[in-house]
């Protein structure tokens, strides 16, 4: 676990991108809810779903998701609120802007709130007071 047949091909991709110092490959870890905290949003670009157990988990720790309008991943994410649907599940380089636009729009208050309210995972006044102790220094 943690390793895979496609790691050296991705870590390849990865230098090819020009994203390698950005993209971590961490092999197997016991502490994936803790690492969930850290993230802005997650990438879920499935083709086909059923339920979508992965996503399920990152919304329940109120991180938003961005996912193929499709089965069960459009039963869960409300597109505007708790993450973002893509239509074109075929062209990835409108899934990869999509992200792209995500990111440089993020607004921790909008769609991470809502998602963790939806998820009811965390205090909203709580993650409001660390904020602003956070950047009050800054």
Known sequence: ??????????????IELGVSDRVIFTGFRTDIREL?????????????????IAALE???????????NIGGIRDFVIDGETGVLVDSIDNMDDYGRVI???LSELDMCGYGKRTAEIT???SISESNRIMKETYADG
């Open 120 to 122: 009811k995972c965390f």
């Open 100 to 102: 792209e636009t995500f």
């Open 36 to 52: 969930l905290w850290m993230s802005d949003c997650f990438a879920f670009p499935n083709k086909r779903e059923g339920l979508g």
């Open 1 to 14: 676990m943690g390793k895979g047949d496609l790691e050296e091909r991705l870590r390849k991709i990865a």
């Open 58 to 68: 990152r919304m329940s720790a109120g991180i938003p998701v961005i996912g193929h």
